[in-house]
């Protein structure tokens, strides 16, 4: 799904509708993101079974798809291994290689710093219960959902790759400022910055991809490899921020993240050209 929503939208728009598009795919996801731990929360409390009720709502939803989509299907007349290899021949660019690289790095520091070691960080330093730090992470998708929707009109004033590096210098300066809040109450303000940042970041990184596949019958591919490596920094992010952890304590993790978006910033500057 990650993959074919994107590649639709590529297949739909161009140019800057495009991004602007991709704005708002992500302004929903990230509206899904925040509301899904409370709507399963609340269905809970009716039975702990409820809430594996929901994916039922992917039946209607698969019905309006099947029968309202109007997508332009690409012809392609290669065997799977000449797609395969035409595949791996493009994303040999070195800015293509940039922009997977910044995927890796941004689920890295999501998944590692926030998702897997703010609620650590919350619960040691202030004692914070399980409502609050759910607040806590839902606020940045809800900055993210509401910056995402302006995109387009960002668009019209920096470019994509501009946006992308500016990112990773506000995903720097959110995880100091965590390491070093002295309230919890504090918290909203670095992770407005970092739902801003994710703004900047994802829309337009799946934006260049689509740019840079070579033709509409390979995007699918450029996006579904992009999303395998989002996958790979989720998965890394808590095991690669442990290694800062165990020495230094959780304070460690964004410390660590810190330096890693901020090396970013270099390999963007020097890759997304």
Do not use: C
Request: glycine share 8%.
């Amino acid at each position: 799904m990650g993959a074919l929503n994107n590649t639709i939208i590529g297949d739909i728009y161009m140019g800057r509708e495009r991004t602007a598009a991709l704005g708002y795919n992500s302004s929903v996801l990230s509206i899904a993101t925040a509301s899904y731990p409370v709507i399963g929360g609340a269905l809970a409390t009716f039975g702990w079974f409820y809430p594996f009720a929901l994916p039922l709502l992917a039946i209607p939803v698969g019905f309006l798809v099947l029968f309202s989509l109007r997508n332009p299907e690409p012809d392609n007349m290669e065997t799977l291994k000449e797609y395969a290899g035409s595949v791996f021949e493009s994303i040999k660019d070195w800015q293509v290689l940039g922009l997977f690289t910044g995927s890796l790095v941004t689920f890295i520091i999501l998944f590692g710093p926030l998702i897997t070691y703010l609620p650590m960080l919350m619960d040691e330093s202030f004692g914070a219960s399980s409502l609050l730090i759910g607040l806590v992470l839902a606020s940045l998708s809800l900055i993210t959902a509401l910056t995402s929707t302006q995109l387009g009109w960002l668009t019209s004033y920096f470019s994509e790759k501009i946006l992308i590096r500016m990112s990773f210098v506000l995903y720097a300066a959110a995880l100091i400022l965590i390491a070093f809040i002295p309230s919890v109450w504090l918290l909203f303000v670095p992770m407005a910055i970092f739902g801003v940042a994710q703004s900047l970041n994802l829309p337009n990184v799946f934006s260049l991809i689509n740019k840079a596949a070579p033709d509409e019958e390979h995007r699918g591919a450029f996006i579904a490899l992009n999303s395998t490596v989002l996958r790979l920094g989720q998965t890394l992010g808590p095991v690669l921020m442990a290694a800062a952890v165990v020495p230094l304590g959780v304070g460690g993790a964004y410390f660590a993240g810190a330096t890693l978006a901020g090396a970013m910033f270099f390999v963007a500057f020097a890759l997304i050209r």
